[in-house]
């Protein structure tokens, strides 16, 4: 059997440029865990109905889970490890997931987080109903989503507040 | 699962993709947003030799709101088109793309695409056909022709395209002020099990005529001579009214029993959300 045919790509992913050598088919969400190593982006249904592969794309939430590698050459891709600070300061966003209890085991906060990351950058008026609208898009196990959507109102408020009071 | 492997193309403009796929044959397929091919090839339903990506034809990427018509470039994502200006008349499809998946979905998802794929609950099907809207394609050696969206879904994923064809753009020839689509699906961002959408002739309090067009109810999306011909004979716009028309809508369809739902279970749905957008459509 001879080797599969390999595409080599740049792609731009939290802000570094990253040569790879992939097979075609590799979908962004493999190519980011196994040839970039950034193992935040988690994968669960492969084939876009669980979200837990969200990533931003251009800033735009998507699942990396439905694009191949190749169409992601030339957008600016985000994932999950650009949201804490180089000194592993979380985000407002991951405090306040931590804070109103927005995960039990983790697995799918990864997605969440990039969906709200996204979705708050274009919507920071977001109201309750329009985040539950939103967060319909993932799947979580464990909390209900209640708290997931208290997380999310949560930052979204905590940043309308801070934008008041320096305004 | 992971996809079975494929050949890679980058098209550089429309004429050349054209020409690569006729020149490659029937395993070569067009990749758009992917978001209706990638999960087939994940499970594999789906295994093209050749995939040519046409995502990076910015030209097939536009929205352009005239006066007379509104003409959607087959590359634009459903986002794109919920969040854009799409003049006067056109709300009826701004507001069908919340019902397009979820909003990870709908930016990178593609009117093209999802026009190509055929889905028989497809939204951009549905008012293609409702709106009779014009589906401009174009073939190898720089043949372009139009297609009437009445004539362009055939049955099952199936379509009027040659193999060699791609949808460049979409054209709503003319407005749809009293027009709306609504549907039924198990949950949030489901497939519809029956979608129902209307465009109604609404003058002064009177219904003097309109479209009627359904989804889920057949192999592709289709009109409803028989409800219209109610709207036609008109009427006040009241619920005797679209009653009246949703049941004769709910009368002429002989929809598939399936895992979502029975035929008289998908007929009632249809008797329901055919007067549920009547009352949305007059009410704009």
């Keep these: 059997m001879t080797e599969p045919d390999k595409v080599l790509l740049t792609l731009q992913v939290n802000g570094t440029s990253h040569e790879v050598a992939v097979e075609a088919r590799r979908t962004l969400a493999d190519t980011l865990r196994h040839d970039l190593e950034l193992t935040g982006t988690h994968v669960a249904c492969e084939h876009g109905v669980c979200g837990a ?22 957008s600016d891709v985000r994932t999950v490890e650009s949201l804490a600070g180089d000194d592993g300061t979380m985000s407002d966003l991951q405090c306040a997931f ?20 996204g979705f708050l950058a274009e919507h920071p008026d977001a109201d309750r109903e329009e985040i539950r609208e939103v967060v319909s898009s993932n799947l979580c196990r464990c909390t209900g989503y209640q708290t997931i959507v208290d997380s999310i109102q949560d930052c979204a408020e905590r940043r309308r507040d801070a934008k008041e009071t320096s305004a | 699962m992971k996809p079975p492997p494929f050949t890679y193309h980058r098209a550089r403009d429309v004429a050349g993709a054209a020409d690569l796929v006729a020149e490659l044959g029937e395993d070569a397929k067009f990749l758009a947003g992917g978001q209706s091919l990638i999960p087939m090839m994940n ?6 030799e050749h995939l040519i990506d ?18 959607v470039g087959s590359l634009t994502t459903h986002r794109t088109v919920e969040t854009a200006d799409l003049g006067t008349g056109f709300d009826v499809v701004r507001e069908a793309m919340r019902w397009i998946g979820h909003l990870p979905i709908r930016t990178r998802g593609t009117v093209g695409g999802s026009l190509a794929h055929a889905d028989a609950t497809a939204e951009w099907c549905l008012l293609a056909v409702l709106l009779d809207a014009e589906i401009v394609v174009a073939g190898a050696g720089g ?41 039924f699906a198990e949950r949030k961002g489901d497939f519809a099990v029956v979608s129902a959408a209307v465009d109604l002739d609404v003058g002064s309090g009177a219904v003097a005529g309109g479209r009627v067009a359904l989804g889920g109810v057949g192999p592709a999306v289709v009109r409803v001579p028989e409800a219209e011909r109610v709207l036609q004979a008109g009427g006040r716009a009241c619920r005797d009214l679209f009653e009246a028309c949703a ?6 369809v002989d929809p598939p ?27 704009r």
């Design chain 1, 53 to 74: 592969c969200t990533v931003l794309v251009d800033g735009d939430p998507a699942r990396s889970c439905l694009m191949f590698a190749p169409q992601a050459e030339g």
């Design chain 1, 98 to 117: 931590s804070a109103n209890h927005g995960l039990q085991c983790g697995f799918c906060t990864p997605g969440f987080l990039m969906l709200a990351e």
């Design chain 2, 43 to 48: 499970f594999r339903l789906a295994r093209p």
């Design chain 2, 54 to 71: 046409i995502g990076g034809l910015r030209e097939l990427s536009f929205v352009d709101a005239g006066p007379e018509a509104l003409r």
């Design chain 2, 143 to 183: 043949r372009r022709r139009t297609i009437a969206a009445g004539d362009a879904f055939l049955g099952f994923y199936t379509t009027l395209l040659a193999d060699d064809e791609l949808i460049v753009e979409v054209v709503f020839g003319r407005p749809a002020p009293h027009a709306a689509v609504t549907e």
């Design chain 2, 247 to 252: 049941d004769a809508a709910a009368q002429a």
């Design chain 2, 257 to 283: 029993a399936d895992g979502d739902a029975g035929t008289e279970y998908r007929r009632a749905l249809v008797r329901n959300l055919v007067i549920r957008a009547c009352e949305e459509a007059v009410a």
